[in-house]
């Protein structure tokens, strides 16, 4: 029975009836056949099935209204326009049955090849194909394998193994090698293991087998690879799949016919020229499983000169009209090219910033498109070390750098084994002969990705570039054993557990641990590379360029989170103006915690007053040496904030060391009365205990104490020609009184010493003290947003606690599309973030606002401050120039979207 949906419903498009904007609707490969066929490309007929489509299945569990009827009319169109049936067996049209979701996800969701095959119309298809009984049968049992797998969920490997033992018998490992006689033997070998999985014969009506797969992709959508990978990716979960019912082109015709993966520039490292995979007397999965090692694209010239130069044609009026790398999918069939797919190609950090000054100077975008085009994410990767190769290690085997970066672990041979190591905290390396989407989870949990079979467009390849992850690949030299979980290279074993290194710029693989080396972005960044320089490496000068245009767009400054004048200093390198959050309890470690102690135990004044007095010099030399570094920048300090336990000893211990004391009859008195002051002080739940102004406003003079710090630091740089410009702020407020009490010792100190502008202000953490940001605001100069402890309480969450405990349940329950400790949550936590912004700064107009939590270095977060109208954002030192683009890039954003309105 079908869902009920409105009687005007559109579900289903013919190619010539969409365009590359429709991707909502028609999902991304849809989207972008349709736009091929109206550019006058050669595409095969076929019509797409939406996205609402989909949803509406997914909802119900049954087909909307008119679904049935509007694939019946445009399949008759099909039929029409190749002039066979459905099902026919004399003359049989064949069909594909592919996913296609907006954004690309590749190998994640189901396709199913040579729909409307059965054992009557086999024998029409080798008359199609002049009496080819071989190519036949051949892509009968490639249906069967890919439906019986994908509609049915029979598992994958019994197929497989069926494969491995016909071609045994054969004595070869090439399946191209199987007669017609062994292809016809294991189609029958293949039905017997459909029937016992599913306990059916394997349909014969071609449009049930076509009707059947259309259900499994769009069951696909919530499959858990799926799922898996849109959450990795931060996909929505509410998109749903298109679905593109496309006629066979046949690639598995003989030598003159073939399938391929071209891209219109390196993807790998965004160098020009002619890129990609062929595979001769092949269909499209063999390319992309990796399951045969490709040929590089230039040999096409040599095999088919005009189908190379067709292909080459396509692909330039392909960029030309995308304006971008693309990646493209085709066949060809006897000698006639066929396109099936393009998109805009996924590529690696390097290659996005390098061909995004590339399409700038040959005019196809501007500089403010070229910020778009990349991100903070991708500025993180190409910030990560590289190997150091001056000892000249020797490479144990060399495959095709498919994903640049250098990654060392421990190698293992299958997915789980990977998740579990890397949730002991192991580094590894998953070692496969080709991954498949069930390796997703795996892949995710290692630090690189190496196989022994595939190329630059396998699904290895593919799916690492797309996250940022060293992959090697088509490493045809390693004789990979997954049972045994072990590899061999030149007599060389390699087992699980051996440490290996993978160059994916290279494709080296060494073993052992290879040093690294810092990226030359990063020394870039430090100062060490001038970009005008004639030599310097085209990513660096493709960094600068873009990084320069994001920092004149932004109009949110960048600050660091910095307790050091070593730490100051590198991050004003990086591009900090300012410091937004220095944590003084970080100086109170090593040697100094003992004088915290002392002061937080004393009993009387005196013994305060003297570990204060102790403490004054060595704060008062910490804030000099950080005002120095950041001369004529602002510097927030944070007073005091950590709970007491923090600079306590440890309850349990000290009870364990004085009962231990007594049962060896020694004097336990000193231990006792430290025992004793602890427990007075113990809290059940210290991070909502005494702390923060709390604390400052109960152990008399210590706040007074580290102003006197800051202000005196700061009259001293000004007496040695520097320019201070101190911000002292008071964490934890919730209540105005709190801060004007404070505020009133802090004045007369800092008069006292005799500094100039200081501001005082405060960290908005406690949800209270966003929802009375206007009765605050009168007695702070300044707000800083604290995040992590906002999200805590705003939540309920105790970090420490629950994120290993259950945050993975919630993620797969999709409670959390992220944590919402990593990205910040715009509708409980942002909320409170815009009523303090907007009630702070109408009563206080001039109210300087930021965030120093770490979704100040957060890709989306930012965007998200941009947006609420934030000064500026802090994160540590290595985030910083990423938060320079982000916060480009959302200016940017915000002015195209102007302009569009």
């Keep these: 029975m079908a869902a009920k949906s409105a009687a005007n419903d559109v579900y289903v498009y013919d190619f010539a009836e969409g365009n590359k904007d429709m991707a909502d609707l028609l999902g991304g490969k849809g989207a972008n056949l349709a736009e091929m066929t109206n550019l006058g490309l050669p595409v095969p007929p076929g019509f797409t099935i939406t996205t609402e489509a989909c949803r509406a299945y997914l909802t119900t569990g049954r087909e909307p209204d008119g679904l049935r009827e509007q694939v019946d009319r445009h399949l008759a169109d099909l039929e029409e326009a190749r002039g066979k049936r459905l099902g026919d067996a004399a003359d049989p049209l064949l069909v594909s049955v592919r996913s296609g979701a907006r954004f690309s996800m590749p190998g994640m969701m189901e396709t199913v090849l040579n729909v409307g095959l059965n054992d009557a119309s086999v024998s029409g298809l080798a008359a199609q194909a002049g009496g080819d009984e071989r190519f036949a049968w051949d892509s009968y049992r490639r249906l069967i394998q890919m439906f019986g797998k994908t509609v049915c969920e029979v598992p994958g490997e019994e197929f497989e193994h069926a494969l491995d033992e016909a071609k045994r018998a054969r004595g070869t490992d090439n399946d191209l090698d199987l007669d017609d006689g062994d292809l016809r033997a294991l189609v029958d070998a293949y039905k017997k293991i459909f029937a016992k999985h599913t306990g059916r014969e394997f349909p014969q009506d071609a449009r049930e087998q076509m009707d059947l797969a259309i259900r499994a992709v769009f069951e696909s959508w919530n499959a858990e690879r799926a799922v898996l990978y849109r959450r990795q990716e931060r996909i929505p979960a509410d998109l749903g799949t298109a679905v593109n019912v496309v006629a066979m082109v046949f690639g598995n015709l003989g030598p003159d016919s073939g399938t391929g993966v071209a891209f219109t520039r390196d993807p790998a490292s965004g160098t020009q020229g002619i890129y990609g995979d062929y595979l001769a007397n092949a269909q499209g999965e063999d390319v992309v499983a990796g399951i045969r090692n490709t040929i590089p694209l230039q040999e096409l010239e040599r095999l088919d000169k005009r189908s190379y130069d067709d292909l080459l044609g396509i692909m330039a009026t392909l960029e030309g009209h995308y304006k971008d790398l693309c990646d493209i999918e085709f066949t060809i069939e006897q000698g006639k090219l066929w396109m099936l797919q393009t998109r805009v190609g996924k590529r690696t950090a390097a290659a996005a910033f390098i061909i995004a000054g590339q399409l700038v100077d040959e005019g196809l975008i501007d500089l403010d498109e070229a910020a778009r085009r990349v991100n903070g994410a991708q500025l993180g990767q190409l910030m990560f070390p590289r190997f150091d190769l001056t000892d000249e290690p020797k490479p144990l085997a060399k495959g095709v750098g498919a994903s640049p970066g250098a990654a060392v672990g421990k190698a293992v041979f299958d997915a789980p084994r990977a998740v579990e190591l890397a949730k002991e905290g192991e580094?590894?390396?998953?070692?496969?002969?080709?991954?498949?989407?069930?390796?997703?989870?795996?892949?995710?949990?290692?630090?690189?990705?190496?196989?022994?079979?595939?190329?630059?467009?396998?699904?290895?390849?593919?799916?690492?570039?797309?996250?940022?992850?060293?992959?090697?690949?088509?490493?045809?030299?390693?004789?990979?054993?997954?049972?045994?979980?072990?590899?061999?290279?030149?007599?060389?074993?390699?087992?699980?557990?051996?440490?290996?290194?993978?160059?994916?710029?290279?494709?080296?693989?060494?073993?052992?641990?290879?040093?690294?080396?810092?990226?030359?972005?990063?020394?870039?960044?430090?100062?060490?590379?001038?970009?005008?320089?004639?030599?310097?490496?085209?990513?660096?000068?493709?960094?600068?360029?873009?990084?320069?245009?994001?920092?004149?767009?932004?109009?949110?400054?960048?600050?660091?989170?910095?307790?050091?004048?070593?730490?100051?200093?590198?991050?004003?390198?990086?591009?900090?103006?300012?410091?937004?959050?220095?944590?003084?309890?970080?100086?109170?470690?090593?040697?100094?915690?003992?004088?915290?102690?002392?002061?937080?135990?004393?009993?009387?004044?005196?013994?305060?007053?003297?570990?204060?007095?102790?403490?004054?010099?060595?704060?008062?030399?910490?804030?000099?040496?950080?005002?120095?570094?950041?001369?004529?920048?602002?510097?927030?300090?944070?007073?005091?904030?950590?709970?007491?336990?923090?600079?306590?000893?440890?309850?349990?211990?000290?009870?364990?060391?004085?009962?231990?004391?007594?049962?060896?009859?020694?004097?336990?008195?000193?231990?006792?009365?430290?025992?004793?002051?602890?427990?007075?002080?113990?809290?059940?739940?210290?991070?909502?205990?005494?702390?923060?102004?709390?604390?400052?406003?109960?152990?008399?003079?210590?706040?007074?104490?580290?102003?006197?710090?800051?202000?005196?630091?700061?009259?001293?740089?000004?007496?040695?020609?520097?320019?201070?410009?101190?911000?002292?702020?008071?964490?934890?407020?919730?209540?105005?009184?709190?801060?004007?009490?404070?505020?009133?010792?802090?004045?007369?100190?800092?008069?006292?010493?005799?500094?100039?502008?200081?501001?005082?202000?405060?960290?908005?953490?406690?949800?209270?003290?966003?929802?009375?940001?206007?009765?605050?605001?009168?007695?702070?100069?300044?707000?800083?947003?604290?995040?992590?402890?906002?999200?805590?309480?705003?939540?309920?969450?105790?970090?420490?606690?629950?994120?290993?405990?259950?945050?993975?349940?919630?993620?797969?329950?999709?409670?959390?599309?992220?944590?919402?400790?990593?990205?910040?949550?715009?509708?409980?936590?942002?909320?409170?973030?815009?009523?303090?912004?907007?009630?702070?700064?109408?009563?206080?107009?001039?109210?300087?606002?930021?965030?120093?939590?770490?979704?100040?270095?957060?890709?989306?977060?930012?965007?998200?401050?941009?947006?609420?109208?934030?000064?500026?954002?802090?994160?540590?030192?290595?985030?910083?120039?990423?938060?320079?683009?982000?916060?480009?890039?959302?200016?940017?954003?915000?002015?195209?979207?102007?302009?569009?309105?």
């Design 427 to 901: 580094a590894v390396i998953l070692v496969r002969r080709e991954t498949n989407p069930d390796d997703l989870a795996g892949m995710i949990a290692a630090q690189g990705i190496l196989t022994s079979r595939g190329g630059k467009t396998s699904h290895a390849a593919v799916v690492a570039r797309g996250m940022g992850k060293t992959c090697v690949s088509g490493a045809d030299a390693l004789d990979v054993d997954t049972r045994k979980k072990k590899f061999t290279v030149d007599g060389t074993t390699i087992v699980e557990g051996d440490v290996i290194s993978i160059d994916g710029t290279t494709g080296r693989v060494y073993v052992g641990e290879v040093p690294v080396r810092p990226s030359e972005v990063v020394r870039y960044f430090e100062g060490e590379l001038s970009p005008e320089e004639d030599e310097v490496d085209p990513l660096v000068s493709a960094v600068h360029r873009i990084m320069s245009h994001a920092d004149a767009a932004r109009r949110l400054r960048v600050r660091t989170n910095a307790d050091t004048g070593h730490d100051a200093a590198r991050a004003r390198r990086f591009g900090a103006e300012g410091i937004g959050l220095c944590r003084t309890e970080h100086m109170f470690l090593g040697d100094r915690r003992e004088l915290v102690e002392r002061l937080i135990l004393a009993r009387t004044e005196g013994e305060r007053q003297e570990a204060l007095d102790a403490l004054l010099p060595l704060q008062r030399a910490d804030f000099l040496e950080i005002f120095e570094a950041m001369d004529g920048l602002p510097v927030t300090v944070r007073l005091i904030d950590p709970p007491l336990h923090e600079f306590l000893p440890s309850l349990e211990e000290l009870a364990v060391s004085v009962a231990v004391a007594h049962e060896r009859g020694e004097n336990a008195g000193k231990a006792e009365a430290l025992l004793a002051a602890v427990r007075r002080m113990h809290e059940q739940n210290p991070m909502l205990g005494l702390r923060g102004v709390r604390l400052g406003l109960v152990i008399p003079g210590l706040f007074a104490m580290q102003v006197r710090a800051i202000a005196e630091a700061a009259a001293e740089c000004a007496r040695r020609g520097g320019n201070p410009c101190p911000e002292i702020m008071v964490p934890l407020v919730g209540a105005v009184q709190e801060l004007e009490t404070v505020r009133a010792e802090a004045e007369r100190i800092i008069a006292e010493a005799g500094a100039d502008d200081v501001s005082i202000g405060t960290m908005i953490e406690v949800p209270r003290a966003a929802l009375t940001s206007g009765q605050i605001a009168e007695a702070a100069e300044f707000f800083s947003f604290g995040t992590n402890d906002l999200t805590q309480m705003a939540w309920g969450f105790s970090r420490d606690d629950v994120e290993g405990a259950f945050f993975w349940r919630y993620l797969e329950l999709g409670i959390f599309g992220i944590s919402p400790f990593e990205s910040i949550d715009r509708d409980g936590v942002g909320r409170l973030v815009r009523i303090a912004v907007d009630e702070g700064r109408a009563a206080r107009p001039d109210l300087k606002i930021g965030v120093c939590g770490e979704h100040g270095g957060d890709p989306e977060s930012v965007h998200f401050f941009h947006e609420v109208g934030l000064d500026y954002v802090s994160c540590s030192p290595f985030r910083v120039p990423i938060a320079r683009l982000e916060a480009g890039r959302a200016a940017i954003e915000t002015a195209v979207g102007s302009d569009s309105r």
